[in-house]
């Protein structure tokens, strides 16, 4: 077992690191018979995961989580605010709470929610700055846990309590008892983002209502837009009240309405805590009071707040013991079931409780009966890991999101990427939704035609663009993509743009997509667009540049212009047109296809190399416990200049398991036990923003043993388990029982042998969706001596690939310097992607005044390159005239190549041609 090493506590020097590490390794392969993990007592599985949550993980700028009380992808998600116009509204460093809001979003990494805040206070209010009513308080005061969230406000000696339904959000406030002046603030100027307007009405003396305009997600259009209504409840009437117009405005007795907000007076003592009961809604204020009438209500009255907690708990412990584990370890199960809790709490319902929702065309719409409709759709961050465990858990659910995503294609025009509220955001590049889709069609999860609907979006999505006028700019990369197999990079602003400036990673994007997409098509019979698609797989090679080289390793994706010319730094580490990332850490994102990819690579052996310089994988296996921390990339936005694993952000989260196409597997084990250590039960305990979910899924399933490294196949790598015993039951489903005895996340395993039902799997490394879901149990053994792990390294144990292992072929040329009058030699060469060697046609394009003989057979500027090998390159040589009337200066030849054993046509390379003034006559 290695050694943990905490930021809690002291930490250990390297010496005495090194020497645990070395001792309690080799104990550990000494306990072991044959090589196999010792087992220990086994441990009980837990009956209650909401005692192991720490909602406090990931309260920082790096996490952005927040502590407060929510239900599992509910509408309603109450939180103490510490700030506002901030990636997170919530800031475990900071020491005052501005107040109590009714939404957001855990994990984004932008500016955004944390409406309608509501705050006590004591006493005259003569200003509604934050600053003037704002309240320290003490993290020692604090209660958080699934559902339920309490602090102490030391300014008045206040105690706050937050819980929630799905629908309403309830703060309970407790005055110093005595209280003659007791008041409260509603706040719907000021969110954690932009409020574009915001309207309130003291209807009674019991109930306010009203609305606020949010938007402008990480500034990318400027014109997305959501609202959300409100509907509050006092649980004692007010005995006065005050609203103001604006930000921090001042506060007029009497009137009613207000864009600001209201302050509330209580005058008289206060005895009984005051509760206020918030229904919200994103149809209309009658939407928001119809949610919180129908989810308050109580047989005798309404529902108290200690009803509603014990509620919450229910649904958070039924909810999370849809995965339960056992360990002997708190660490892990602390960190394990906050993990699972973050992965469930969105997508956010949307729709109220008789099915309204409002659209993306702003009108309203229903569900229908027995659906939901869900929002909140962070796509390019969770169709990676949290759409995964989604469709793995709450298999009903997963549906209705695929049919809210239907509904904003057939109401908005066209498919999303990031959709907020009733509104597109275009945030981020590529083609998210469409594996996203795919994943759930892969799991039997769309019926015909749900599934046939989808698909006729999704392929409308993958060939055209949305017009000028529309929100929505879709796959805006299309117009070079579809014509030349990448996307032309141009380096221009606004979010109509957003693929062409991200040309690098979002052909990859698109690439993998369109993979997936096929096996969809192929599925559905439509045959001739599934070969359409299938062609598309591998187009990486239309942006692999043979001659780039970096740590020792030669070729890598780089972005082009649309005429076919690189761009960007040469390095792969410093390259340009990388969304939030680097070409190393984006050249992984071919999954789709490893073997293609490792042949690019140079085959499976560099490629292994390669993983092992990405990860330094000789430092994990030494020094597990603090390699992660030291080698990998640190901090939640150090996107650039870094060619080491990113495991704070998406784009290369599944590259731990392309090891599983070379012939060590077992390293992907090693892999996740060093990530496992960069979560740790504390504010600071998570990697990077954990955007909806989707790093905490990610590291659920690299605990759990089992990841779908290719979204949309329906297959799960198998991995050594971090827990004994884990049984996962799907809502509505049977229990699975994955059993690893002694499974630790603290001892270096590796898979020796899987059973299902009893039957031996033989050495395969993965596991269908349909098989995993359907056994009874699955036994997973390990052993932890690496020199006997073969389990899964040969060819025939590997997942299959989505795309097809075609012959592809990448080309490139000289440059070269000839005199007008004269003649010189062009060298093209093609490089060859296929299983087998290939022949190729080489077509030159040259400029006027430039020519190249007639090869054999050919035409002007034609040629044959023979004998190209898989993985290697083949050369021709090829002479070019300049005739005497060029003009000197530069010129470009465009050069591509088809193979002759698949008629895949390479992607065009320029060659640069200097023609010199003729030599003087002798």
């Not at 307007?197 to 949010?214: P, W």
Request: charged share 15%; net charge negative; with cysteine.
């Amino acid at each position: 077992m290695f050694s943990l090493v905490r930021k809690r506590r002291s930490p250990l020097s390297k010496a005495l690191v090194m020497a645990t590490v070395a001792l309690s390794a080799s104990a550990a392969i000494l306990a072991c018979e044959s090589g196999l993990a010792a087992a220990t007592t086994s441990p009980k599985l837990v009956s209650d995961p909401t005692t192991y949550v720490d909602p406090k993980i990931g309260n920082t700028e790096a996490g952005t989580t927040w502590p407060g009380a929510s239900r599992p992808f509910g509408m309603a998600e109450n939180s103490p605010d510490t700030r506002t116009n901030s990636y997170t509204s919530y800031d475990y460093g900071d020491s005052s709470i501005l107040g109590f809001s009714q939404e957001h979003l855990s994990g984004v990494g932008c500016q955004i929610t944390g409406d309608i805040k509501i705050m006590p206070t004591l006493g005259q209010v003569t200003s509604t700055a934050h600053a003037a009513t704002a309240s320290s308080f003490s993290h020692t005061n604090e209660v958080e846990r699934p559902g339920y969230y309490s602090v102490k406000l030391d300014a008045h000696d206040i105690q706050a309590e937050l819980t929630s339904t799905e629908r309403v959000g309830y703060d309970r406030f407790t005055y110093p008892a005595g209280t003659a002046d007791a008041k409260l603030l509603i706040n719907v100027a000021d969110g954690n983002g932009t409020v574009f307007d915001s309207h309130l009405t003291v209807v009674d003396s019991t109930t306010i209502q009203g609305y606020a305009t949010g938007g402008n997600f990480c500034g990318e259009t400027g014109s997305d837009r959501y609202t959300i209504y409100f509907s509050t409840k006092l649980s004692q009437p007010m005995t006065g009240y005050s609203t103001w117009d604006g930000r921090g405005g001042t506060p007029t007795a009497g009137k009613a309405d207000a864009s600001g907000g209201a302050l509330l007076s209580f005058d008289g003592v206060t005895s009984q805590p005051l509760t206020t009961m918030t229904g919200i809604s994103y149809s209309s204020v009658e939407g928001a009071q119809r949610n919180r009438l129908a989810e308050t209500a109580a047989q005798h009255g309404t529902k108290n707040f200690d009803t509603v907690v014990n509620e919450s708990h229910t649904a958070w412990k039924d909810e999370l013991r849809r995965v339960d584990v056992a360990s002997s370890s708190t660490d892990d199960l602390t960190t394990f079931y906050t993990a699972l809790y973050h992965g469930l709490l969105h997508p956010s319902l949307a729709s109220d409780v008789d099915g309204t929702y409002q659209g993306f065309d702003h009108a309203l719409h229903n569900a229908g009966p027995g659906h939901s409709y869900y929002q909140m759709l962070s796509l390019w961050d969770t169709y990676r890991a949290q759409n995964q465990l989604v469709a793995m858990l709450e298999p009903q659910r997963a549906t209705d999101i695929a049919r809210s995503i239907l509904d904003i294609a057939q109401q908005g025009g066209w498919l999303p990427r990031w959709a907020l509220g009733q509104s597109e955001t275009n945030v981020m590049s590529g083609d998210p939704v469409t594996a996203f889709i795919v994943t759930l069609y892969s799991r039997g999860l769309l019926d015909h035609t749900l599934a046939t609907q989808l698909y006729a979006e999704l392929w409308k999505n993958v060939n055209k663009v949305p017009p000028a006028a529309e929100q929505a700019r879709g796959r805006d990369g299309n117009p070079t993509y579809v014509k030349n197999g990448y996307i032309g990079y141009q380096n221009l602003s606004g979010p109509k743009f957003g693929d062409t400036r991200q040309a690098g990673s979002a052909t990859l994007e698109y690439a993998y997509s369109d993979c997936a997409l096929a096996t969809m098509a192929a599925g559905l019979g439509k045959t001739d667009q599934a070969n359409t698609l299938r062609n598309r797989c591998d187009n990486v090679v239309n942006e692999w540049n043979p001659t780039l080289t970096s740590k020792g390793f030669t070729g890598f994706p780089q972005a082009r212009a649309a005429d076919g010319s690189w761009v960007g730094d040469p390095d792969p580490a410093k390259s340009a047109g990388f969304h939030e990332g680097t070409g190393w850490q984006y050249q992984w994102l071919v999954q789709q296809d490893p073997q293609t990819l490792f042949r690019l690579m140079g085959g499976p052996a560099s490629a292994e190399q390669r993983l092992d310089t990405f990860f330094t994988t000789p430092d994990v296996l030494a020094h597990p416990s603090t390699a992660a921390s030291k080698d990998w990339v640190i901090g939640p936005y150090a996107y650039t200049n870094a060619f080491a694993f990113n495991p704070n952000n998406e784009p290369d989260l599944h590259t731990p398991w392309m090891y599983s196409w070379t012939s060590s597997p077992w390293k992907t084990s090693a892999i996740l036990r060093a990530g496992r250590q960069l979560f740790t039960d504390s504010p600071t305990g998570m990697p990077g923003n954990d955007d909806l979910g989707t790093i905490s899924s990610w590291l659920v399933f690299g605990m759990l043993g089992i990841f779908e490294a290719q979204p949309g196949s329906g297959n799960f790598e198998v991995t050594a388990p971090m827990f004994d015993r884990s049984v996962i039951t799907p809502n509505g489903g049977k229990s699975t029982t994955i059993s690893s005895p002694g499974g630790s996340s603290t001892t270096l395993q590796y898979v020796a042998g899987v059973k299902v039902d009893g039957v031996d799997q033989g050495t395969r490394s993965w596991l269908a969706n349909k098989d995993l879901l359907a056994a009874k149990k699955i036994d997973i053994a390990t052993i932890t001596n690496p020199a006997t792990a073969t389990w899964g390294s040969h060819v025939a144990d590997q997942p299959p690939a989505l795309g097809t292992g075609s012959s592809r072929l990448i080309t490139s040329a000289g440059p070269v310097t000839v005199s007008a009058g004269g003649a010189a030699a062009l060298t093209v060469t093609a490089f060859g992607t296929g299983a087998t060697t290939s022949n190729a046609v080489y077509e030159l394009k040259l400029p006027k005044g430039i020519t190249a003989p007639l090869s054999s057979g050919g035409s002007a500027g034609t040629g044959i390159i023979s004998g190209i090998p898989s993985g290697g390159t083949a050369s021709r040589t090829v002479t070019l005239h300049a005739g005497a009337g060029v003009a000197p200066g530069t010129y470009q030849v465009s050069v591509t190549a088809t193979a002759d054993n698949t008629g895949l046509r390479s992607a065009p390379a320029l060659a640069t041609i200097t023609v010199t003034a003729a030599a003087p006559a002798a």
